[in-house]
């Protein structure tokens, strides 16, 4: 054990003098994060917030603020009952839910009930979106409530509906009878004026905020898994390049050393073959661990990425640090000259990246894409770093990649070692 | 005793056969060489012999025992390959202390060889810099002293003068005899004819795999490198030695002889001045060439 640890710790020192290794393994991952990060937006808005509509009113009022939302560009509108909405804004597959509770749309006439609400719930760490959801959802309130007036909304029949009742009612005494009486038909008179003078109001607007409805916020806080910002996509995605780095870096010198003769040197050593792969084996590792984690705190404690489960997050970390060693052992012996090991190498892990998320974000990822990344490592290594980060894995879901990783790693270390042993030092 | 003993040794790559029926064995304390052109086969050999490569035939058997890829044999067998074994990247105490703790060396022993062997090289005021800083020859230096922390027994030296400057490879030749006067056992590799004369006890001249002679450098000259030859220079060819033997060109008389002596004396009574005498003994590179029909550095 102790000549494995001299070898790893040989390498990690070798490793540590290489500025140009230290750059593809550490500052270009992060430059990767930052930049598909801040192309994303960041932590600011997105161009089309998801959000869910919830109509318990299902009332011509709500109907109509419903498709007004729905034709707004800046949302991306689905309906769903309120359980399913609230899961979906817990989950971070939504930035919100709008809730029309019963009796909302009456609420907007005359004798409805002043407290009604309708309800906006967000989560509460989304607060550029918030702000932006609640601009929309005013304006579409103001611009139906606007329009009911108008003849085509139904305002003045409702006006008549209300004298008719008011003429039939015998409970209602008969000053108040007179004094309403007068009040509506006042009303109609100027629905009348209204509807002859009014302009366009399809375009208007937010103002007469102080007579609007009630729009009440709540915060759905109880899981916190969904991506908060860009930032909690392109960070995990940049761990596949400090893998790749890790990788290639050690794959590389595991051929110079063959080359020059360290290698034949170390075989020479009274350890054995295993002995030296795995002092190789264990450096890969570390560095691979240590880089990883290195961009992960980077992103917690500069740019915000939360971690959702730690212990998860270790497992995923050495999973994937295992994974890659395994594959910088078979890349390793993909070529006899450093240049063609790097050649090789580079081609494969382009391809890995490319499939798996590294470039393009995997929930970005188009269906098909998403199905041919299921055979890129990257791919795997990404979901189980994202699984503790923000989709909120258990053990159970994050079991499958890490699996997959784990296998991987084992895989290429018996296939990496068997062909190392070559006759000719 | 036989400390190392390598019978019928054989070795092909493909079709090429690198080497081919090899035997020799070194005694305990012996500088044994191992001389011949590059592609002789001296690597696969010594290849074989520290269980770098697997022979197609034979065996080698190091103190007793046949199996040199045991840990236990290799802590008894010290190395210094023909290619620089070292990390250019780690300073020449890194190395140093890298290498050494492969052999399971630590703590103040470690430290202690570690002292030893940059003394040895002479590069105890280098020991912060790293490899790459040095010249060939003291990269070469640094190469041989690696092989040496765990104070083997036997040490196989590849080349190990292999492109360094003439200072160098004297401090090299100087560090090879203060091992011989300790007592150890060394296989030296080498095409360097001087270096064998030199250094080794006795010497095997290989070629295309085989071994074509195996004596003491002197045994070796007295068998294959034929008779000392006398070189005499007059201002004119003296009539008296009209019809003694040997060859005259260039007013030059050559006569190869085992009695040079005499030879002086014919010339001395020969009536003339003498402008330049010379007695060329044979060396290893005569002996080569009359083994083989080709010069060593051909």
Known sequence: ?425 | MSLLRVRDLRKTFGDRVAVDGVSFQVARGESFGLLGPNGAGKTTTIGMIVGALRPDAGTVTVDGEDDPTRPSLRLRIGVAPQALALYQDLTAEENLAFFGSLYGLSGATLQERVRWALAFAGLEERRRDLARTFSGGMQRRLNLVCGLLHDPPLILLDEPTVGVDPQSRNAIFESIEALKRDGRTIVYTTHYMEEAERLCDRVAIMDHGRILALDTVAGLVRDHGGKPRVVIEFPERPATLAKAGGTWEDGQWRVETDRPEEVLLQAVNAGQPLRHVAIDRANLEAVFLHLTGRSLRD
């Not at chain 1, 979106?129 to 139906?144: C, D, I, K, N, P």
């Not at chain 1, 998860?312 to 890349?331: E, N, P, R």
């Not at chain 1, 699996?403 to 790693?409: E, F, M, Q, V």
């Open chain 1, 1 to 425: 054990m102790k000549a494995i640890w001299a070898l790893a710790a040989k390498d990690l020192r070798l490793l540590l003098r290489d500025r140009a290794d230290l750059f593809w393994i550490l500052g270009f991952p992060i430059v990767m994060a930052l930049f598909f990060g801040s192309i994303s937006g960041g932590g600011g808005p997105r161009a089309a917030l998801p959000i869910a509509v919830v109509d318990q009113d299902a009332s011509p009022m709500t109907q109509s603020i419903v498709d007004r939302l729905r034709s707004s560009e800046g949302l991306k509108v689905r309906e769903a009952p309120l359980d399913s909405a609230r899961n979906l804004v817990r989950r971070g597959d939504l930035v919100a839910y709008v809730l029309f509770p019963a009796g909302t749309g009456a609420s907007f006439g005359f004798g409805g009930d002043s407290t009604q609400s309708v309800e906006i719930g967000v989560d509460p760490r989304r607060s550029a979106e918030r702000e932006y959801l609640r601009g929309f959802v005013t304006a579409a309130l103001f611009q139906s409530i606007q329009g009911s007036f108008g003849a085509s909304g139904g305002g003045r029949d409702q006006v008549r509906a209300s004298l008719d009742q008011l003429r039939e009612n015998p409970d209602i005494a008969p000053e108040a009878r007179e004094r309403q009486g007068t009040m509506l038909r006042a009303l109609e008179s100027f629905m009348v004026a209204l509807d002859s003078t009014r302009t366009d109001t399809a375009t208007g607007g937010t103002d007469g905020e102080a007579a609007g409805p009630n729009i009440r916020v709540v915060e759905v806080t109880e899981d916190d898994s969904g991506p908060r910002s860009a930032y909690e996509v392109t960070f995990p995605s940049s761990i596949a390049w400090a893998l790749i780095g890790v990788c290639m870096s050690f794959a590389v010198s595991l051929v110079q050393e063959r080359m020059t003769g360290t290698f034949l040197r170390l075989r020479l050593a009274p350890i054995g073959r295993a002995t030296i792969l795995a002092g190789k084996g264990l450096a890969c590792a570390l560095a691979a661990a240590v880089a990883v984690t290195i961009v992960l705190c980077l992103g917690v404690f500069v740019f915000g990425v939360r971690i959702s489960n730690p212990p998860l997050l270790a497992a995923a970390i050495g999973a994937s640090a295992f994974c890659f060693t395994g594959v910088m052992m078979v890349v390793s012996v993909l070529g006899k000259t450093p240049p063609s090991v790097a050649g090789a190498g580079w081609g494969i892990m382009l391809l890995l990246s490319m499939t798996g998320g590294g470039m393009i974000p995997l929930v970005a990822m188009p269906a098909w894409m998403q199905a041919v990344s299921n055979y890129s490592l990257v791919r795997h290594a990404i979901v189980a770093v994202e699984g503790a980060v923000w989709r909120g894995f258990g053990w159970g879901e994050a079991l499958p990649p890490l699996g997959i990783l784990i296998g991987a790693g084992i895989l290429g270390m018996a296939v990496g070692s068997r062909l190392l042993r070559t006759d000719r030092a």
